[in-house]
């Protein structure tokens, strides 16, 4: 396959995670160019990863075949007519902005070919998951680059509607917040029956870890795993019975709900 031309819009957190996995895929560090307002972070990066920084946006998208977007979505308003006009027209426009829909993107940089997609934070480790979807004017050529890119991460999801994305988004984009939050609260409830907090830590962690690793494998339901654990009176009885009266399942779906809608929310036009 062929290596693209990568312009970075945003070298944060997520942006660096895309830039180590694309050079660990095989893309030569003199293919990729990235924006950076701050000296320090230019610097930093250009040390460990051997790549081009720069502090203008339009210096990174200039000879680029793939312009990725990894910026918070508040900034959308500001950087997409600085580009406006200025991205190449054979580039691909790859957006992983929370929110931003392809005719903000399109409209914005008056651009034809654009792909939003949603990662989430495990592609810090090469372990996330991508949706991904493209409209029509997206070649054969370019859709090779985008899921070459998102497969950089982990896994990548194409779905043949944008409606979905923000259903991703609830989903995989903010749910490794939903398991800090439970493996927290398990970490804090065995400290509060008397565990050692270095243990209750070893134990929530493995046990998140395991019970993730054992369902893949199974291929088993949810619902039919549990209940090979539950026995008729005993102490995961007991538990899962206390969790379900609390509202724990009814928690998570108005968390996720709360996501989505929010995610829609930061795709409106602002007026």
Known sequence: MTHPRIGMIGAGMMGEAMIGGLLAHGIPASHITASEPRPDRREAMHQQYGITMVASNREAVATADVVVFAIKPQLAG???????GH???SALVLSIMAGITIA???DGLNHAAVVRAMPNTPAMIGAGISGWTAVPAVTDLQKSWAQQVLSSLGQAVYVDDEYYINHVTAVSGSGPAYVFLILEAMIDAGVSIGLPRHLAKQ??????LG???YALASRKHPAELRNDVTSPAGTTAAGV?????AGLRTAVTEGIKAAFERSIELGKPKH
């Open 78 to 84: 500001v950087v997409l007519p600085e580009l406006n």
């Open 87 to 89: 991205i190449p027209s």
């Open 104 to 106: 903000t993107l399109r």
């Open 203 to 208: 134990l929530a962690e493995q046990n998140l």
């Open 211 to 213: 019970s993730m690793q």
């Open 241 to 245: 019975n206390a969790m379900e009266k």
